[in-house]
């Protein structure tokens, strides 16, 4: 006859499943009562197998069936060691997981910290962030163009030119930004930015440029239906061809509710 014991796994099992002898039926129903540590243990075998019943027949693999065959065989411990999260709760969990991050990525990265900026795109500046899809090679400048504009001046914030270019193994080449702004869209050029020389390396691979202003004509104003333009070139007396990555940078600029 059984005795006080630790909990056998496979006891439990074939106790549940109607496996055991009368008397060994009859000591182990005597554990399960009045020791709570197998009282736990038929409870969580239990619940397993509820689990495991509500699977639908054809969500059932060939590997998740070896899975669940090879648990069995290992007599390994039931409960928060063995029980596997409910199949609606993980889908929940991998809802939340997936959705959560991206909208606060796409809540920040949008307009971190209330900064507007203006990205370069194949086909000129835009407000929204994206890939302009290829690279594109540049034998002396490109200039980008963006929409009309309308904000309110922030002198406060911030602003400044990223962008990134490579001269793959052409030796000394360099590349130069300008900035125009047009603040009410008469055509007149109000403030225009010249940024320092940036110098490639002779190396395949992006690099990555934030100059800093060189010279600076005009003052910023309030946008009424204005227009940015954004010029990288080869400066004066320098060697041709470059390349734009397909995300070729942003212009940062100190307005509010830049629309």
């Known amino acids: 006859m059984i005795t006080r014991a630790d909990v056998d796994d496979e006891l439990v099992s074939a106790y549940m499943d109607g496996q055991l002898s009368p008397t060994e039926e009859k000591a182990v129903a005597s554990l399960v009562q009045t020791d709570q540590s197998w009282a736990e243990r038929l409870d969580a075998f239990q619940q397993d197998a509820k689990r495991l019943r509500k699977l639908p027949v054809q969500e059932l693999t060939d590997q998740m069936r070896e899975q669940i065959?090879?648990?069995?065989?290992?007599?390994?411990p039931a409960g928060a060691e063995r029980r596997r999260v409910p199949r609606f709760r993980r889908r929940w969990m991998l809802l939340i997981a997936v959705v959560v991050p991206t909208v606060f990525t796409l809540l920040f990265f949008s307009n971190p910290n209330d900064i507007s900026r203006l990205y370069l795109?194949?086909?000129?500046?835009?407000?929204q962030a994206g890939r302009s899809i290829l690279d594109e090679d540049i034998e002396s400048s490109k200039t980008w163009l963006s929409p009309k504009l309308w904000g309110k001046y922030a002198p406060e914030d911030t602003s400044g030119l990223g962008f990134q270019v490579d001269a793959?193994?052409?030796?000394?080449?360099?590349?130069?930004?300008?900035?125009?702004?047009?603040f009410d869209g008469d055509g007149k050029v109000d403030r225009r930015e010249l940024y320092e020389v940036a110098e490639l390396d002779a190396r395949k691979g992006w690099e990555r440029f934030e100059p800093e202003l060189e010279k600076v004509e005009g003052d910023f104003k309030e946008f009424i239906g204005g227009e940015v333009r954004v010029t990288l070139r080869v400066p004066p007396g320098g060697k041709k061809n470059f390349r734009v990555s397909g995300t070729p940078g942003e212009l940062i600029v100190p307005y509010r509710g830049l629309r």
């Open 121 to 127: 795109k194949k086909d000129g500046l835009e407000l």
């Open 168 to 182: 793959e193994e052409l030796e000394d080449r360099t590349v130069q930004g300008e900035v125009e702004y047009d």
């Open 69 to 76: 065959l090879a648990l069995s065989d290992s007599n390994l």
